[in-house]
Nanobody
Framework: QVQLVESGGGLVQAGGSLRLSCAAS?????????MNWYRQAPGKQREWVAG???????NYADSVKGRFTISRDNAKNTVSLQMNSLEPEDTAVYYC?????????WGQGTQVTVSS
């Protein structure tokens, strides 16, 4: 079992920055296939935003490429999402996900609101 707790959400003006963190417990993130960030805006389906594999390879959705950066700290067992140049369209609840073989674990989410 993996427990995930997100933090760092809030209200920011367009063009601003936020840094989300995901603290994992129950298992080392270095042993998990991939750690991801997803988001869900009101009335929309949850969408994948960014991911980092156990080998350190990162991938991003086209909508956030060049603005968001995912990273991890194995010593602290945390994954972060640095979000720059935020846009109102980035407003959503952001979820941390741990994907390990056929198992997926989710955090409770953290709200990000970007005002225009």
């Amino acid at each position: 079992q993996v427990q995930l707790v997100e933090s760092g959400g809030g209200l920011v003006q367009a063009g601003g920055s936020l840094r989300l963190s995901c603290a994992a417990s129950g298992r080392s993130i270095s042993s998990i296939n991939a750690m991801n960030w997803y988001r869900q805006a009101p009335g929309k389906q949850r969408e994948w935003v960014a991911g980092i594999t156990y080998g350190g390879r990162t991938n991003y959705a086209d909508s956030v490429k060049g603005r968001f950066t995912i990273s991890r700290d194995n010593a602290k067992n945390t994954v972060s999402l640095q979000m720059n140049s935020l846009e109102p369209e980035d407003t959503a609840v952001y979820y941390c996900n741990a994907h390990s073989y056929s198992n997926d674990y989710w955090g409770q989410g953290t709200q990000v609101t970007v005002s225009s």
